[in-house]
């Protein structure tokens, strides 16, 4: 079992900035894709970005250029850095953990508002 805590969600102007933080409940990295999901209210939930064991990371095209994944092993933590952020990205963001096929695990999710 693997539990996963968002943190750093909140409210923020248009063309801010905001990091969020995932902390799991022991070393998965190096069996499991990480990812972030997002899920605004009336929207389907769509992958934002993922990075996989071996370090390789990807991007939904409406995030490319502005959020980075990344993770820190020895906190056994993953980041989302998110800047330019615009009011189309307000959503509740979910870490996850799984497969690259698909994800197993999920956090209870971070609400991100980004409004002036």
């Known amino acids: 079992q693997v539990q996963l805590v968002e943190s750093g969600g909140g409210l923020v102007q248009p063309g801010g900035s905001l990091r969020l933080s995932c902390a799991a409940s022991?070393?998965?990295?190096?069996?499991?894709?990480m990812g972030w999901y997002r899920q605004a209210p009336g929207k389907q939930r769509e992958l934002v970005a993922r990075?996989?064991?071996?370090?390789?990371?990807n991007y939904a095209d409406s995030v490319k250029g502005r959020f980075t994944i990344s993770r820190d092993n020895a906190k056994n933590t993953v980041y989302l850095q998110m800047n330019s952020l615009k009011p189309e990205d307000t959503a509740v963001y979910y870490c996850?953990?799984?497969?690259?096929?698909?994800?197993?695990?999920w956090g209870q999710g971070t609400q991100v508002t980004v409004s002036s």
């Open positions: 996850t953990a799984g497969t690259f096929l698909s994800a197993s695990y």
């Open positions: 022991r070393n998965i990295f190096s069996s499991y894709t």
């Open positions: 990075i996989f064991t071996g370090g390789s990371t």
